[in-house]
């Protein structure tokens, strides 16, 4: 069961959305592990990759993913195009519809962006991450590898660390674990907490060794030095002291708890460059593989709506 028409949010998905695209993925994970990569899911479709802020993991992601279903794909460069003269977001929307993609992947500085896209072009959009709203792609990434590493993703205290308020990380997550019955923690300084975190049902700690103890997964994320617009924190050094996770506070979250972070990792900043290569316990690696598996997954269950509603508008036209 998936029923929507683009992603472009954990928000409007049901838990069977989730469970149904996570388990697809599983079987991408399988492909993605052979010599021969190849599925024609989408064959015969058009994928564009819109990029308006810098990425490596996911566009590279998204690229790939499209390329092993058979899409043919490309990558707008948005530095060198027409949006660099003035060309408003919509009039660049409109302009790539006319060439008829399938699928277009979206990523804006402004939260909220790609919706508005998405509102003015008949194919599915996804979101790549928007603004500090969401990053759907990246939450059912992590929500993948949480599962099988854990087997599960309900009744998991899950601690999620750093500068949550400018995070589309940690807005894409809380809402699909929470919609998962994970238990959340929400670790960081004060004046990195979202306004109303309380309200969210969720436990905020502004002690990381208090958020995590017996935390099952340490989910860290990236100072967002480009959304900050004044002091948030007293210095790099002062933060690593209280919330980068090293050796001693990991050894409060249980022991067999894994750490996770989205990238690009600033070592020595919210974490210690050691732990995050620790075999033992860090899964980063893993996310980065399952990203291309769920990608995979999202766009084959977008496509098959696109064709399903096609297909409708077709008949409807002869009947
Ligand atoms: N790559 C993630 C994002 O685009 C996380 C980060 O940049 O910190 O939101």
């Known amino acids: 069961m998936f029923r929507a028409r683009h992603l472009l949010g954990i928000e409007p998905l049901a838990p069977a959305e989730i469970t149904t695209l996570l388990d697809l993925a599983e079987t991408y994970v399988e492909l993605n592990r052979r010599t021969v990569k190849r599925s024609d899911a ?7 990759n819109l990029f308006f802020e810098n990425s490596t993991r ?3 992601s998204f690229e790939l993913a499209g390329k092993r279903l ?4 490309m990558n707008m460069d ?3 195009s027409s949006v660099k003269k003035g060309e408003t977001l919509i009039d660049t929307a409109l302009t790539l519809n006319a060439m008829h993609p399938d699928l277009l992947v979206v990523r804006h500085p402004q939260s909220g962006a790609v919706d508005l896209l998405a509102q003015k072009v008949n194919c599915a959009v996804l979101n790549a991450g928007d603004g ?3 990053h759907p792609t990246q939450a059912l990434l992590d929500a993948l590898t949480i599962r099988r590493a854990k087997g599960r993703l309900h009744r998991l205290t899950v601690a999620i660390c750093g500068d949550i308020a400018h995070s589309r990380v940690a807005r894409s997550n809380m809402l699909l674990l929470g919609k998962m019955e994970a238990r ?3 670790v960081g300084p004060a004046t990195l907490m979202p306004s109303g975190a309380r309200e969210l049902g969720v436990e905020v700690y502004e002690d990381m060794r208090e958020g995590l103890k017996g935390a099952d997964v340490v989910m860290m994320l990236r100072l967002q030095k480009e959304r900050m617009d004044g002091g948030f924190i007293p210095s790099e050094r002062e933060y690593y002291h209280r919330w980068g996770l090293d050796a001693e506070k990991l050894a409060l979250a249980a022991p067999d708890a894994i750490v996770m972070h989205p990238g690009p990792m600033n070592r020595g900043v919210e974490i210690d460059g050691t732990i995050a290569d620790d075999i033992n316990h860090s899964v980063i690696r893993d996310q980065v593989e399952m990203g291309v598996a769920v990608r995979m997954a999202a766009m084959d ?3 098959r709506n696109l064709r399903a509603e096609r297909g409708r508008a077709a008949s409807g036209v002869m009947a």
Do not use: F, P
């Open 70 to 73: 058979g899409a043919d794909v």
């Open 301 to 303: 269950l977008l496509a």
């Open 132 to 134: 500090r709203h969401e």
């Open 58 to 60: 996911t566009q590279s």
């Open 42 to 48: 989408l064959a015969g479709m058009t994928q564009i």
């Open 184 to 186: 959340l923690r929400l």
């Open 78 to 80: 948005v530095a060198h």
